[in-house]
């Protein structure tokens, strides 16, 4: 019999139907009657309840003394779960216990600050946040290619080795040797918006996807050394495209995974961020407001908040003045056009 994924039991078993599952147990609770074992296997934020009994061959010997963290292989039927926020267990018939973990394994059923994961990074994709967010990822990153596709787009594999400055920022990584390679200094890529642009000026549209490499000595929550960017080129497009292309992009992507990844994001509203859902439900539903930046100016100017940036016509708009606009003015995303040239 082949394993089923834990995601596609808890998703389409059925009372009375035999499986194998094969995982890790998140917790584990022995009785005097039975244990009770909770398994994942990472294809989902919900665990698989293993109903344990001990006149299973291997309970004394093994089981009844398996922790956090030991890897399973389990079979069984499915049975309708008298526990609260699961509708079905499996009622264990033979059990293979596959691999066992320090006596002081580090993960165990309760939450971990995210300093602490760092110091095991080995171990940290089996926590519930950071199994959530690769989860989470993998669908952004199917419904970026599929928005893209579904619209005629080609998808461009721009270098990351390069020796052009796309973005004239200057702060690029260099990569040491590769000057006798190359015979002139060599940066790891900070945009594919140059390969991007000569694609479109030949295919029509196009977009890269991958990563980029910022060496900007920064260190806040708005800047990371390495990150995956999406870069859409179009010819014959003008601002309005654009700016329609970018919000119905965004309210697809987004979509995607309040539909696709519910379990995960109900996790993030609870857990990290309360009242994400509402947000991003509210930025799906909502019109992007458009404004030019004389009238972005003239609202801020108008607004009677005092900013720690003057603002006066000509400066380029921080953050703070971005977040006002957004979340009082026209309290929804809004999309500014014709900046000053300079």
């Given at each position: 019999m082949k394993?089923t994924?834990v995601?596609?039991v808890?998703e ?7 499986c194998r599952?094969e995982g ?9 009657q039975?244990?009770f074992?909770d398994?994942?296997?990472g294809?989902?934020?919900r665990?698989l309840?293993?109903l ?17 963290g030991?890897?399973?292989?389990a079979t ?7 526990g609260?926020g ?7 018939e ?7 973990v320090?006596?002081?394994y ?6 971990h600050?995210f300093e602490?994961?760092r110091g095991?990074a ?6 519930n946040?950071?199994a959530a967010?690769?989860?989470v990822?993998?669908a952004?990153?199917r419904?970026?290619?599929?928005f893209?596709?579904?619209?005629g ?14 973005e004239g920022?200057?702060e690029m990584f260099e990569?040491a040797?590769?000057e006798?390679f ?7 890529t ?11 000026l030949a ?6 996807f991958g990563p ?6 920064s ?9 995956w960017?999406i870069?859409?080129e ?17 309210k ?6 309040l ?7 109900a996790?993030f509203?609870?857990?990290i961020e ?6 991003l439900?509210h930025l ?5 407001e458009?404004?030019?930046y004389?009238?972005a ?12 940036f003057?603002?006066r016509?000509?400066?380029d708009?921080?953050s703070e003045?971005?977040r ?7 309290k929804?995303?809004?999309i500014?056009?014709?900046?000053p040239?300079?």
């Open positions: 394993a994924r995601c596609d808890l389409h078993g059925a009372v009375g139907e035999r599952v890790w147990l998140r917790s584990a609770r022995h009785s005097k039975r244990s074992f398994l994942v296997d294809s989902s934020a665990g309840q293993l344990v009994s001990p006149e299973l061959e291997n309970y004394e010997t093994e089981l009844r003394h398996l922790g956090t030991a890897a399973l292989r069984g039927e499915l049975a309708a779960s008298p609260a699961q509708h079905l267990e499996l009622r264990v033979t059990i293979e216990y596959l691999a066992g320090e006596s002081d580090p993960l165990q059923k309760k939450r600050s602490f994961l095991i080995h171990l940290r994709p089996r926590t946040t950071i967010v690769w989860r990822r993998n952004a990153a419904a970026i290619h599929d893209f596709q579904q619209r787009f080609v998808w461009l594999h721009t270098p990351i080795l390069t020796v052009a400055d796309a920022a200057g990569v040797g590769a006798e190359f015979g002139q200094p060599v940066r790891l900070v945009s594919g918006q140059l390969e991007a642009e000569v694609g479109a295919l029509g549209r196009v977009y890269s980029t490499f910022r060496a900007e000595n260190n806040t929550s708005r800047h990371l050394s390495e990150f960017m870069e859409p179009l010819a014959f497009c003008d601002l309005d495209d654009l700016g329609a292309l970018a919000e119905e992009f965004l697809a992507v987004l979509r995607a995974l539909e696709e990844c519910s379990e995960d994001m996790f509203d609870q857990r309360k009242g994400l859902i509402a947000r439900q799906v539903e909502s019109p992007f458009r404004m030019t004389s009238e100016l003239k609202a801020l100017q108008q607004s009677g908040r005092s900013f720690e003057p603002l016509w000509g400066v708009l921080q003045h971005e006002f606009l957004c979340e009082e003015f026209v929804r995303p809004l500014v056009s014709d900046y040239a300079e």
